[in-house]
């Protein structure tokens, strides 16, 4: 999977508890994004980041926050999760040394449950 | 604002016949147009990409997709389909203006190849 981890692979929390996940490359891309997959819906972005310290907000960023400090790892925060937060996460990098209009590679994912 | 719309929740095949998964598209810039593939509980591989050029790209394990200006689709189609092509299908596209490489995904299409 391109260099690219997921932890969590597997979590269940409680409504109103704070959650992290956390992205991790070693490919040294530039861009980072964080998207959701529910049914029906296919990938929806949540946030993206264009460097250290550089995010912006997707599609369902609501409820979300990110954090990214160092070049390889890309943190999404679920402040105070709720069950509309239930989905599979996965998280995506691009725009490595070669030409700009990359393919992006995906993660394993993130399945998270919340109760 | 771009979109993806792929019509058909599922597509049967049967082995050894060819296939077509459909994808249309809007966008207000030259569109760049993904197709990736997911197998269960893995993330999203990428199979191909149309930037510019030749109307008809091929990609990984046989497939090729042929890109539609006219009719704005980007299908994705294989000669001759394999038991282990059953997947999930997402399409993809941007904006060539876009920047950040921000992509939107369809609803995805379940391939069923059976034997």
């Known amino acids: 999977d391109a260099g690219i981890t997921q932890s969590p692979r597997h979590k269940v929390t409680e409504t109103g508890t704070p959650v992290t996940l956390r992205c991790h490359q070693t490919e040294n891309h530039r861009y980072m994004y964080w998207y959701r997959q529910d049914p029906g819906h296919g990938l929806r972005l949540i946030h993206y980041?264009?460097?250290?310290?550089?995010?912006d907000k997707g599609e369902v960023s609501d409820g979300y926050s990110v954090s990214r400090s160092k070049t390889e790892d890309f943190l999404l925060t679920l402040e105070s999760a709720t069950s509309s937060q239930t989905s599979v996460y996965f998280c995506?990098?691009?725009?490595?040394?070669?030409?700009?209009?990359?393919?992006?590679?995906f993660g394993p994912g993130t399945r998270l449950t919340v109760l | 604002a771009q979109s993806v719309a792929q019509p058909e929740d599922q597509v049967n095949v049967a082995e050894g016949n060819p296939l077509t998964v459909k994808c249309t598209y809007s966008v207000s810039g030259n569109p760049y147009l993904f197709w990736y593939v997911q197998y269960p509980n893995r993330g999203l591989q990428f199979l191909l990409k149309?930037?510019?050029?030749?109307?008809l790209v091929k990609g990984s394990y046989g497939f090729e997709a042929e890109f539609n200006k006219s009719q704005t689709s980007f299908h994705l189609k294989k000669p001759s389909a394999l038991v282990s092509d059953s997947a999930l299908y997402f399409c993809a596209v941007r904006d060539g203006g876009n920047a950040g490489n921000m992509l939107t995904f369809g609803g995805g299409t379940r391939l069923m190849v059976k034997p």
């Open positions: 980041s264009y460097g250290v310290k550089d995010t």
């Open positions: 149309y930037i510019t050029g030749d109307n």
């Open positions: 995506a990098i691009s725009g490595g040394l070669a030409k700009a209009n990359n393919e992006q590679f």
